[in-house]
């Protein structure tokens, strides 16, 4: 994984909000070129199941 080509975005797990530790989970997926961290295997299948979905959940606005 290369950091510096991927936007880290919010640490919270897109699927149920949870904040996430990324140094603490084994549980993360890519999805156009941004990492997003889960708190659970479960959640993480949900969002590689449909990653649009939740992934404009977790869009942070600056």
Known sequence: MNV??????DNRDPVCGLQI??????????YDEKIYYF???????????E???Y???NERED
């Open 39 to 49: 708190c659970s295997l479960e959640c993480k299948n949900r969002f590689d199941d």
């Open 21 to 30: 530790n990324p140094d603490l989970t084994k549980h993360r997926s890519t």
């Open 4 to 9: 510096s080509k991927e936007k880290i975005m």
């Open 55 to 57: 992934a404009e959940n």
């Open 51 to 53: 990653p649009s979905k």
